[in-house]
């Protein structure tokens, strides 16, 4: 499986931006998803994922805020990102990984969100 994440972008503090990740490969639909976020002084945090079947989990930091998504039809999951917040700036990374396996073992290139005050 590859991962192209994009939408990333600068925005202001209380706006929206939707990711995207678009995964080539026919079994990613049943590939666990998910979005992680680094920034230089910090190392690689969970942000979000979606199973299989569309249930979802997220980090604290982004409840209420973030949503992930996916379109199996179209091998693409999204993180719509709301009430953004300066904090939220990161790059932001897409992920996918087998029931089989504990960890995310394909990975986007990442994109940059940056969020100013």
């Known amino acids: 499986v590859q991962l192209q994440a994009s939408g990333g972008g600068l925005v202001r503090a209380g706006d929206s931006l939707r990711l995207s990740c678009t995964a080539s490969?026919?079994?990613?639909?049943?590939?666990?998803a998910g979005w992680f976020r680094q920034t230089p002084v910090k190392e690689r945090d969970f942000v979000a994922s979606?199973?299989?079947?569309?249930?979802?989990s997220y980090a604290d930091s982004v409840k209420g805020r973030f949503t992930v998504s996916r379109d199996n039809a179209k091998n693409t999951v999204y993180l719509q990102m709301n009430s953004l917040k300066p904090e939220d700036t990161a790059v932001y990374y897409c992920?996918?990984?087998?029931?089989?396996?504990?960890?995310?073992?394909?990975w986007g290139q990442g994109t940059l969100v940056t969020v100013s005050s």
């Open positions: 992920a996918a990984r087998t029931i089989a396996t504990p960890q995310y073992g394909y």
């Open positions: 490969g026919r079994a990613f639909a049943s590939y666990r």
């Open positions: 979606i199973t299989r079947s569309g249930s979802t």
